[in-house]
């Protein structure tokens, strides 16, 4: 089982990044996946969950990227993404794919200035 993350990167504040994370070694169907992060001093925090049972789909959100960021998942390539707009200098962080139960990608690194 595999997380690889990507799409890090340099940004200015206001700017937009997508990361992006292949599973392998499962499918994502099903399966609840999303991102955490990971400030330097801080603990890691969840930024955004996404889960898909048999009925339908549930989303989450830290409140600190609600309408800024957003979570989506294309399971014919058992990929979930992470759409971040506007991104503030607070959002700077190692960024970690997740996936149920307890599944974590190599994380990949956020940095937002000027």
């Known amino acids: 089982v595999q997380l690889q993350a990507s799409g890090g990167g340099l940004v200015q504040p206001g700017g937009s990044l997508r990361l992006s994370c292949v599973a392998s070694?499962?499918?994502?169907?099903?399966?609840?996946i999303g991102w955490f992060r990971q400030a330097p001093g801080k603990e890691r925090e969840r930024v955004s969950c996404?889960?898909?049972?048999?009925?339908?789909?549930?989303?989450s959100y830290a409140d600190s990227v609600k309408g800024r960021f957003t979570i989506s998942r294309d399971n014919a390539k058992n990929t979930v993404y992470l759409q971040m707009n506007s991104l503030k200098p607070e959002d700077m962080a190692v960024y970690y794919c997740?996936?149920?139960?307890?599944?974590w990608g190599q994380g990949t690194q956020v940095t937002v200035s000027s």
């Open positions: 070694g499962f499918t994502l169907d099903y399966n609840a």
């Open positions: 996404i889960s898909i049972s048999s009925s339908d789909a549930r989303i």
């Open positions: 997740w996936a149920f139960p307890n599944f």
